[in-house]
């Protein structure tokens, strides 16, 4: 392992940062301002899934700046960055770059005032609400670090910014443009993503099962409606429906091994118009997420057999539609590069900065690239809550804003400096001088 802190290209790189108490020094320093304007700007401007434009362009520009060969337009707004130094093994380090529809609530000077048309035509807000701005930005930072650094690396960087993981799969969509024959196969595969659960300045990893898989169930329940004061003359979809909401429950409590994790959520109910009018239909909108694929079958399997069941209970007209979309399949650390990364990770910024953390059940795409090339693969988690925050709730994360919140505001010094210095320890450690 490179004795990094003997490496006068790159001392300082692992000082702790400002927050801490511990003196900054350069290089990761001198850098800074340059990476907090660049967060900054892409903070104050985020686009929605699918629309990234302006947003890969400054990614794009940043990598061309730093001498990497750039392709842009992947499978959309998809951009690759490559750069080759001599014989040795290939990795990929992806950031993702879409934003949600999202109103910001930080109060931060650089929020977010961005209101965009969404693909249905309705006028949203939007936020870098999962902080895919620190990611870009840890990405940038990395690579300006790496192309300065050669000395210390042998073989070839494919650094990725990722359109629509949000709204995705975009990695899906990069994949099918024909990412693993138009740039290096890569050996390993990287990615970081910020975290409330630790204060910024600090990583997290968890070997195997980091992120579950996501599929969407909607059911439309069908009755036949009426005047709200004969209920007798109809069938009810809503209590049907109210029926198939409790129901549903029995698939996590009494279907489901519980040493395989699986949460099923109604998330969205529609129907009726009047009070006094018992409805033709009603619409049911859910989220399932589990880590095993025969987890995952049965408890599809399950909704729809509910579901209909419930329905034809009830007498009702025809069978419910239940449509079920396939989404993001399970992250799963390779736990060999988890262990020798996060030891690496550990060796160069002390081991109280870096901890095991227990898996999420929210998704991530991610994966797809590492299960496409067939390679091992890792995402690890960047604390992003400041400090004094996370002190103060006591280890009580539901006190604290998370991605997807309104609220949600990295402390951006530590983070994006941990963030980049990360970043460019785990390609060290992948791609050692020999």
């Known amino acids: 392992m490179t004795n990094l802190l003997a490496v006068p290209a790159l001392a300082g790189l692992l000082a702790m940062p400002a927050a801490s108490g511990s003196p900054a020094i350069a290089p990761i320093d001198a850098l800074y301002p340059d990476l907090a304007a660049f967060y900054q700007d892409l903070h104050r401007n985020p686009e929605l899934s699918r629309h990234e434009e302006k947003t890969s362009a400054k990614v794009a520009d940043r990598l061309r700046a730093l001498g990497y060969a750039v392709t842009d337009h992947v499978g959309g707004f998809g951009v690759v960055g490559v750069m080759k130094n001599g014989k040795g093994p290939t ?68 650094l990725v910014g990722q359109p629509a993981e949000e709204g995705g799969p975009g990695s899906t969509a990069m994949l099918a443009d024909g990412f693993l024959t138009r740039f290096p196969k890569p050996d390993f595969a990287i990615a970081l993503h910020d975290d409330n659960r630790l204060p910024a300045g600090q990583m997290g990893y968890a070997p195997g099962f980091a992120y579950a898989n996501s599929d969407t169930v909607a059911i439309t329940i069908y009755g036949r409606g009426g005047h709200g004061s004969a209920p007798q003359n109809t069938i009810d979809p809503i209590v049907i429906a109210a029926r198939t909401v409790l129901a549903l429950q029995t698939v996590v409590s009494r279907e489901n091994n519980p040493l395989d994790p699986v949460v099923v959520t109604v998330g969205t109910i529609h129907g009726g118009t009047k009070s006094n009018i018992i409805p033709e239909e009603v619409k049911l909108q859910l989220t399932v997420r589990s ?103 006591h280890g009580d994360v539901t006190k604290l804003p998370g991605p997807h919140s309104s609220e949600w505001a990295p402390d951006p010094e530590p983070t994006l400096k941990t963030g980049a210095a990360a970043l460019t320890i785990a390609a060290i450690e992948l791609l050692p001088r020999r």
């Not at 609530?105 to 895919?132: F, I, Q, W």
Request: glycine share 8%; with cysteine; aromatic share 8%.
């Open 291 to 393: 880590y095993k694929e025969e987890a995952r079958r049965r408890a599809l399997a399950a909704i729809e057999r509910i579901a209909k069941a419930e329905a034809a209970a009830a007498g009702a007209p025809r069978e419910p539609l239940v449509e079920i979309e396939k989404g993001f399949g399970a992250n799963y650390n390779d736990p060999a590069l988890t262990q020798r990364v996060a030891k690496a990770l550990a060796a160069a910024f002390g081991k109280e900065r870096v901890r095991e953390l227990p898996p999420v059940m929210a998704s991530e795409d991610f994966g797809e690239f590492g299960r496409a090339a067939n390679v091992p693969y890792l995402e690890f988690w960047l604390g992003a809550t400041p400090v004094a925050r996370y002190e103060a709730a």
């Open 91 to 158: 990795l990929l380090i992806r950031a993702d770059m879409d934003a949600l529809p999202v109103e910001e609530k930080t109060g931060l000077p650089y929020a977010s005032t961005v209101r965009v048309k969404n693909d249905a035509g309705e006028t949203v807000p939007v936020m870098h609400a999962c902080g895919h701005d620190v990611h870009m930005t840890s990405l940038v930072g990395a690579a300006a670090l790496l192309a300065k650094a050669k000395s210390l690396w042998r073989g070839t960087l494919v």
